[in-house]
């Protein structure tokens, strides 16, 4: 399982292992495989400091962040942040937010004392991401740079290559692929829509090898409903060189997922989740609950552009935050259908040796399966 990939990064295994927690990027990092420090929810100045504490939990070991910079979203010539976060603010539709509001009353959430008096967050913008991407290549551990929902600006690709770092963007079709390619990334994550958080509709069966033909000579690391050591096997037997779980990291003992999170996430199946565009407006899988039914519902709100409707539900957001236990049937949780596995706490570390020995096991069972040809 020693990929040219995995020599590249100086990693013992090839498992990424997406998450918003330091701990958990720290512990697999350390584990043998490589973490990767999801950053949208940051400001730049939270963003050093969590990395400046990795720095100081994995020695010389390499670790990556992840950033969302979108191919379209609404005011994206707009490079100014706080302009942009002006103008979309200003143009979200009343009855938008307080559909999300009224919605949150009738399950009997508080509202918050300071409503309507906190000012909308913009994310997954380039505004935003650009001073996120500064501040992670000032930390000589990050090895790599990851992208979703697009193939990075040229600009930020080049900042990222020159400074010795990989630069690598997440897909979920081949045409996207394409792109990468010809934006020449360093690697490229096929990404099913099983998986969790935004997807897209090919399932990884069909998605990992069509993105292998197209990347040639590029290395595509397999994402989307990855949770043990038989997928891991058949990921690589596609062609890919590692695999990016981000689902698996959320019921590990050291992740931030809050305790009610965590009892929803453990209780799941794998046909409890759906993809929405509710909270984003873009298509997340997360767990299908009474929040997603009432925005998918035909005679509701659609579900605005991306970053407008994640400024319109911010309130509520913050609210089910806030008050988690009243929350339970609205809160936001993505997750991809390998929700269906995460049935009791694990430490990271031995999740990724449970990986490391069900791949080994797996790799036996296959080559006992050869021919006796003696
Ligand atoms: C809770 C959650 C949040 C996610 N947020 C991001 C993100 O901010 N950026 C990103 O590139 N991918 C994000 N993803 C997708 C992961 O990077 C990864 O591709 C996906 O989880 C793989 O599928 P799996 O969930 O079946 O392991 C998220 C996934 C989850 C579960």
Redo the contacts with the bound molecule.
Sequence with gaps: MQTDLCKKLGIDFPIFA???CRDVVAAVTNAGGIG?L????FRPEQLAIELDWIDEHVGDRPYGV???IPNKYQGQDEKDEEKLRTMISAAIPQGHRDFADELLDAHGVPRLNNEGKTTDRLSMTEATSAPLVDIALQHDNVKLI????GTPPPEIIRQIQDSGRMVG??CGSPRHAKMHVDAGLDFI?A??G??????GEIG?MVLWPEVVDVAGDIPVIA?????SGRQMYAALAMGTQGV???????TVAEAATTPIEKELLLAANSNETIRSASVTGKP???LKNAWTEAWDAGNNPQSLDAPMQMMAVGNAMKRMRRFPEQSRELMF??????VGRLNHVMNARDVVMQLVEEYLETSDRMNGLLPDVS
């Design positions: 997406f998450t918003h990767v999801g950053a949208v929810g992840d950033v969302i990851a992208n979703a929902l963007a997440l994550i990404q099913g099983e998986g969790g958080g935004h997807t990884s994402a989307g409903g990855i949770g990016w779980c981000g689902s698996l990291w959320l997340v899988r997360m949780v993505p997750v991809g259908q390998i």
